[in-house]
């Protein structure tokens, strides 16, 4: 039995919201029942292969870069972060490897210690000593936010150990891959953010660091070159809610913090404003806002990587260059304060709802998953995306015989926040996706086919949980 699930962004907490440990014991139980109704007492199901698809732990949504210890010394200097100093042009990170692998080492340790993680490594262990399992394999797809265990192949050990810490995976280890592939489940799956831009560097080294070599979106080389959404998260989104904090305002602190679970996140500006609007701020917490934000977005279109990648694309401001807006809201906030943003939001919304027009419908995901059933043998029938944060399927084509080619969205564990289809505000929900696949010796009883079955399952929850 394969399940699959992805985006559980696991963090230190610091700057983000978290998954409520009792979502994990769920999910353990959950794929026990499908285990156990396959293989309990009919030996059915010998292996639950556990497909992890990508921003399972979360390296750059963390404050650590701007604390400071005991002396008064910042975690990460300026000028030693991974998007700083002298860039390499093989992986766009500062050339000091060493000091940047100690710095993800410490946020990835610091993840581990999080309620949230253990609650996760519970569920691991529970699986894993559980009758219904008679074996459990891991495989570790990377996506996005987790992009430097490419890089560092001691992060992944420490991930490893972490996962397989006192329990028996007879003889198996946890396996990192860019992408997966399984004939036997006519499943192909990967992280998907291979077909963003601003969260892949593919056309970076296209237009400015290898522009010799033609690059195909799906080229595993490009997994190791960091990305823009990798320092926004950081510099910007990250270092608004540090920022905000060193004024000790609770409220507008879990405002910020709420931030960073927009899809699309840059919706950021407009619900910054609609909370301020509609919570009726004071004058203070609105210019603590600006503040705060202009200097949160010079962490990133100042760096040195917000420099070389303003260099890979357009000017045009409807182009998508996420720099050249981040570019306007900053000079705005600089020369009006607060009313700056309003204005900015405004014009931004604009240019979204221009863009929208020019290209309706336009998904990323959607369509790289169209692009990617061309590349795949003619036997994949399910392939699988995370990394939307919106869990989807879609069939793309059918046959008499009942093939398909099927697009999945394994969503996100995280909490959704969206725009309202009116347009005039926000609101979130608790989301939890699974995505089991079963072959033909696996999922036997009152079946008419003889290929793979895939049951997918969805549930979205309206609760608002304590923070942890």
């Known amino acids: 039995m394969l399940a699959i699930i ?69 975690n990460a200097p300026w000028e030693s972060r991974p998007w700083n100093g002298d860039l390499d042009p093989e992986t766009a990170m500062n050339r000091d490897s060493v000091g940047v692998g100690r710095q993800y080492d410490a946020i990835l340790r610091g993840i581990l210690d999080h309620p949230s993680t253990k609650g996760f490594i519970d ?36 991930i490893q150990a972490a996962l397989t810490e006192e329990i028996a995976l007879k003889g198996n280890k946890v396996e ?34 290898q522009k010799r070599r033609k690059w195909d979106p799906l080229d595993p080389a490009i997994n190791r070159v960091q990305n823009l959404g990798e320092v926004i998260t950081s510099e910007l989104m990250s270092g608004l809610v540090w920022r905000v904090r060193q004024a000790d305002d609770p409220d507008l602190t879990d405002i910020v913090k709420h931030a960073d679970l927009l899809r699309p996140a840059t919706d950021v500006f407009q619900w910054i404003e609609w909370q301020a609007r509609s919570r009726k701020l004071k004058k203070s917490q609105k210019e603590l806002l600006a503040q705060s934000l202009s200097e949160s977005i010079a962490g990133v279109v100042d760096s040195a990587f917000g420099r070389l990648w303003d260099r ?92 398909v080619q099927m697009y999945l969205n394994t969503g996100t564990y995280l909490p959704l ?20 696949f079963y072959n033909r010796e696996e999922d036997t009883e009152d079946r008419a086919d003889k290929g793979p079955t895939m049951a997918l399952w969805n549930g979205i929850k309206r609760k608002q949980y304590v923070t942890r």
């Open 6 to 74: 992805s985006d559980l962004h696991l963090t230190d907490g610091s700057t983000s919201t978290t998954i409520h440990p009792s979502a994990f014991d769920l999910l353990r139980q959950e794929i026990e029942a499908a285990a156990r109704t396959n293989g309990a007492g009919k030996g059915n199901v010998r292996t639950v292969h556990l497909l992890l698809l990508g921003d399972i732990f979360d390296l750059v949504r963390t404050d650590w870069w701007f604390r400071r210890d005991a002396s008064g010394r910042e």
């Open 417 to 436: 926040l969206e725009t309202t289809d009116d347009g005039k505000g926000f609101a979130q929900s608790n989301q939890m996706t699974l995505a089991f």
């Open 312 to 403: 890979a694309t357009t000017d045009l401001l409807v182009s998508g260059d996420l720099v050249d807006r981040l570019e306007l809201v900053r000079s705005r906030l600089r020369a009006s304060g607060y009313d700056g943003l309003r204005k900015c939001v405004k014009l931004l919304v604009l240019v979204s709802n221009f863009a929208s027009a020019v290209a309706p419908g336009k998904a990323e995901d959607y369509q790289g998953a169209k692009e990617e059933f061309k590349r795949l043998d003619p036997g994949i029938q399910y392939l699988v995306y995370g990394h939307t944060h919106r869990a989807r399927h879609d069939h793309l084509s059918g046959t008499v015989d009942g093939r």
């Open 123 to 158: 569920a691991i262990k529970g699986l894993a000593t559980s009758d219904a399992v008679p074996e459990l394999q891991i495989t570790y797809v990377i996506g996005n936010h987790d992009r430097a265990l490419n890089n560092f192949p001691g992060l992944q050990q420490t």
């Open 176 to 209: 990192f891959k860019p992408s997966f592939t399984d004939p036997a489940y006519a499943v192909a799956a990967r992280h998907g953010h291979e077909w963003e831009d601003n969260c892949h560097a593919r056309l970076l080294l296209q237009k400015v660091l």
